[in-house]
């Protein structure tokens, strides 16, 4: 049986068959003619048959030669059509890019940068899937992924692609008027908190920082959800306090809809990366990366 790593033994065979000699293929493929006798030879041996009629003045192919010849011959011109096609893919920028990012992160970073994308690379397609999971993007064959600063995974490339976010604990004036305000981080104990659960199961504890050192805060309450956007709306409707991105929610407290509260304790995070695994991208992923980036 012709095992994967004797594909080098069919080129020789090919070589020999369409140039009707061994010193000529042997002088084509740059080897000794005895070495390219004893490749074919031994591919006999594995395949059990025998390939070229020999004769001093003469070399043809035998029946199972030309079997073989007619199949390898198929096989090896697809391979470089597809080779030439992949190079060809290399210098245009076309295909699809899979991008994973949660919902917060497209609307305000990835959508509005990628609007006119279109109109410059309209052969480049672009999959934006929303997830909260911190999914493995090698595993689940993303281009790329998007996430703060902080947490991009050690061995990942990071482009940013966004400012700093300023994270802010925020409830209703009902809430408030029921609960009282929380005045430090350990206060947020005591109080109502809606949680955030990633898709993979795992609670979001709140990151704060006090006398100037990163903390975490273990919350409790009633609601949890899966996205920032609905914590924001069960906070209006004064379901308890969120932990959500400022800017989500200037027009709330604008408007006096939401308060924030413990300001001084609340986290910045490092702002929107797209990350990926390695610098050897697609010429079509590079586009999208020199668009995004800040």
């Not at 080897?31 to 390939?51: D, Y």
């Not at 003045?57 to 011959?73: D, I, K, N, P, Y």
């Not at 076309?94 to 949660?102: C, D, E, K, P, Q």
């Not at 906070?235 to 959500?244: D, E, M, P, S, T």
């Amino acid at each position: 049986m012709l095992n994967r790593e004797n594909y080098n033994d069919l080129y020789a065979f090919l070589a020999v068959a369409k140039a009707g000699s061994f010193t000529q293929a042997a002088n084509g493929l740059g080897i000794s003619q005895s070495a390219l006798s004893r490749t074919v030879k031994l591919l006999e041996q594995r395949l059990g048959v025998q390939l070229f009629h020999r004769t001093t003045r003469s070399l043809s192919l035998t029946h199972s030669g030309e079997q073989l010849f007619a199949v390898a011959e198929q096989s090896f011109e697809r391979l470089d059509r597809q080779l030439t096609m992949l190079g060809h893919l290399s210098d245009t920028p076309s295909g699809l890019v899979r991008i994973t990012a949660n919902q917060y992160a497209i609307d305000k970073v990835l959508l509005p940068k990628l609007s006119g994308f279109k109109t410059d690379y309209p052969q480049i397609q672009l999959e934006l899937i929303s997830d909260t999971a911190l999914t493995n993007i090698i595993s689940e064959r993303f281009d790329a992924g998007v996430r703060f600063g902080d947490v991009v995974a050690e061995g990942m490339i990071a482009v940013r692609i966004g400012d700093d976010e300023k994270m802010a604990v925020v409830g209703s004036p009902d809430y408030f008027h029921a609960y009282g305000f929380p005045k430090t981080p350990d206060d947020l104990r005591h109080h109502q908190c809606i949680g955030y659960r990633y898709a993979s199961g795992a609670m979001y504890d709140w990151d704060l920082v006090q006398d100037g050192k990163p903390i975490q805060i273990k919350t409790q309450g009633q609601w949890t959800f899966s996205n920032d956007y609905s914590i924001r709306d069960a906070a209006k409707r004064g379901l308890g306090l969120g932990y959500v991105p400022q800017d989500m929610v200037e027009g709330e407290l604008a408007c006096g809809e939401l308060i924030q509260v413990l300001q001084p304790f609340s986290h910045t995070f490092t702002g929107f990366h797209l990350y990926y695994p390695h610098r050897n991208v697609s010429y079509a992923l590079r586009c999208v990366i020199d668009y995004l980036k800040v």
